[in-house]
C-alpha cells in the first residue's frame, strides 16, 4: 500500500515587493516534493503586485488584504485557510527568499522523524554570499533573557539547550497539530519577535524544534521594512522585546527584566543619537513608552513618549549613555573595566 504523501502549504506574505515574490514562487515551482500549493497573502499592495502574480502564476491562490496587517495578521490569514483546506503542515516563508528543489522534501523529512517534532527551519543563507550562513539555530536562555544564535559547527555543544531551541520567522516549517493545539501567531507584536514568543510557546507545551542542517533556502533580508535602523524597525523592534519576555517571566524575573531591557533601550537609543539618526530615535524612544504603556499592534503614531520625559532621555544620552547602560543593568565589572582602559590609553 502507497503512504500518503503529507500536504504543505506554503505561505508567502507579500506587501509591495513584486520582484522579490515572484522570484520565490518560481524557485518554489522548481521543488521537486509533489504534494505542496503556494498561497500569496498580500497585505494591501500599491505597486500592482496581484494582478501581476495572477498573470504570470494562473493558478496561484491569492488572498488580498485590504491594508497592511503586518507579518502576524497576514501570515495568520494564510494558515486559517491552509488549516481549512486540509494542510498537514504551512510553512511560513518570507517573499525576499530563493528554495532549493529539495528543501521541502527535507523538511516533510524532518517533520515526520518523530512524533513530537512541531517546528523545523532550514539553514538560513544569505542570497548575495549563498556559502555564508546567515542564521542556523537560536536557544532562549532565560538566566540572561537572551536569545542566543549559535553557528552548525557548534550545534554538539548546544544539545542541552534542545528544549529551548528558537527559530526566525523567515522559514518556520509548522506542523498542523502545532497550529491546533497552541493557536496561531500573536497579532500584538504585528512584526518582529512574534517568532520567539512562537517558539517559546511551542516549546513549553512540549513540542520539539530543530533545524534540518541539509535544508537550505537564500534570503536577502529585511527588503519589506528596511535596515535595522529603519525608524519603524527600530520602533518594532524596542517596544516587542519588552512584549516578549513580559510575557513570559513571572515575579522577582520580570522585575529583574526590566533592568535589563532599560538598559537594552539606552544603549539602542546611544546608537541612534551618536549617528545622528534623529527619526529612529524618536521613534525608538516611542517604542519604549509604548511598551510600558501595553500598546500593541502597528505604529500609528498616536501614542508618543511625552517631551519632557524624551528631554530628560536626551540628557542621558548626551553624556555616555553607554555608561548609563551597563549602570542600569548593573554591569559594574564592565564599567571599571571601561575606566581602567581609559587611563590606560591616556
Known sequence: MESRVPSVFIIVLN???????????YSIARSSYPNYTSIVVDNGSTDGTVPALKSAFPDLVVIENDANLGFTGGNNIGIRYALDKGADYVWLLNNDTVIEPDTIAKLVAKGESAPDMGLVSPVIHWYHDPESIQFYLSYVDWRTYNIVNFQKEDHDRYADRARDYSLWGTALFVRRHVLESLGLLDERFFA????AEYCMRVSKAGFRIDVEPTARIFHKNSRS???????LQV????????????AYLEG?????YMRKYLGDAMSVAGTMFKTGQTTALDRCLDGIWCAFKGVTGPYDGQVRMPAALKKIWMIFLRFHPYFWSHLIQGNYRRIFGDIRVRFQNR
Open 252 to 256: 522577582w524575573n520580570r522585575v529583574s
Open 225 to 231: 521594512t528596511g535596515s535595522n535602523t529603519a525608524p
Open 192 to 195: 518582529y519577535a512574534e517568532d
Open 235 to 246: 520602533y518594532l523592534r524596542i517596544r516587542n522585546q519588552y512584549l516578549l519576555w513580559n
Open 15 to 25: 506587501w509591495n515587493g513584486l520582484s522579490d515574490t515572484k522570484e520565490c514562487l
